[in-house]
C-alpha cells in the first residue's frame, strides 16, 4: 500500500513539474510572439514611411511650395524607437490625410498615374499595419490571460512576468477627421 502512493505521490509531482515547464516554456515562447508583433508594426510603419518617401518626391513635382508638409513625414523617421511607435504612427496619419488633402487641390496631381499607384499602395500599407497592430493586440491578449489565470498566474508571478499593454489608438484618433481646405 506505502508502494502504491509512493508510485501515486511521484506521478503527482512529475505531473506538476511537466506543468510547470511547459508553463514557463509558454511564456518564453509567448513573449517572443509579442516582440515578433511589435516588430511587425515597426516593419509596417517603415514600409509606410518608405512610401510616404516615395510620394513625396512625386507631389514635389506638382506642388513644390506646398512640400514642407510632405518633408515633415521624412523628419519623423529620425530617432523613433519601440516607445515612440504610437506617437509616430499618429504623426504619420495626419501628414497622409494632408497628402490626400493637397491631391485634391491640384486635380492633375490626382490624376496622375504614378500618384494613383502610389495612393494604392499606401491603402495596402495602412491595411497590413492595421493587421500588424490586430496581431500585436491578440498575441498580448493570450499573453495576459496566461498571467492572469490560475493556475498559470502562480506560476507568472514566480517568473516575475508582467502583463503587457495593449496598442491603442489616441483619444483625437477615435473622432471623425476633417479635412480643411
Not at 39 to 66: F, P
Not at 73 to 79: D, F, P, S, Y
Not at 88 to 99: C, H
Not at 111 to 135: G, P, S, V
Request: hydrophobic share 40%.
Amino acid at each position: 500500500m506505502e508502494k502504491t502512493l509512493l508510485i501515486i505521490a511521484g506521478l503527482f509531482a512529475f505531473s506538476i513539474l511537466i506543468y510547470i515547464i511547459k508553463t514557463r516554456n509558454y511564456f518564453k515562447f509567448q513573449r517572443q510572439e509579442v516582440e515578433a508583433a511589435r516588430s511587425g508594426i515597426e516593419i509596417a510603419l517603415t514600409n509606410r514611411y518608405d512610401t510616404l518617401v516615395k510620394l513625396n518626391a512625386t507631389v514635389k513635382g506638382y506642388a513644390g511650395h506646398e512640400s514642407s508638409v510632405l518633408e515633415n513625414v521624412t523628419k519623423l523617421r529620425k530617432g523613433m524607437s519601440g516607445e515612440e511607435l504610437s506617437a509616430v504612427n499618429n504623426e504619420l496619419g495626419a501628414a497622409l490625410s494632408q497628402i490626400n488633402a493637397l491631391a485634391e487641390n491640384y486635380p492633375e496631381l490626382k490624376a496622375n498615374e504614378n500618384f494613383m499607384h502610389l495612393q494604392d499602395a499606401i491603402y495596402d500599407l495602412e491595411n497590413t499595419l492595421q493587421a500588424t497592430r490586430r496581431k500585436y493586440n491578440l498575441e498580448v491578449s493570450e499573453l495576459n490571460k496566461k498571467i492572469q489565470g490560475f493556475p498559470s498566474n502562480i506560476i507568472a508571478n514566480f517568473m516575475n512576468e508582467k502583463t503587457e499593454s495593449y496598442f491603442e489608438a489616441e483619444e483625437h484618433k477615435k473622432q471623425d477627421y476633417s479635412i480643411e481646405f
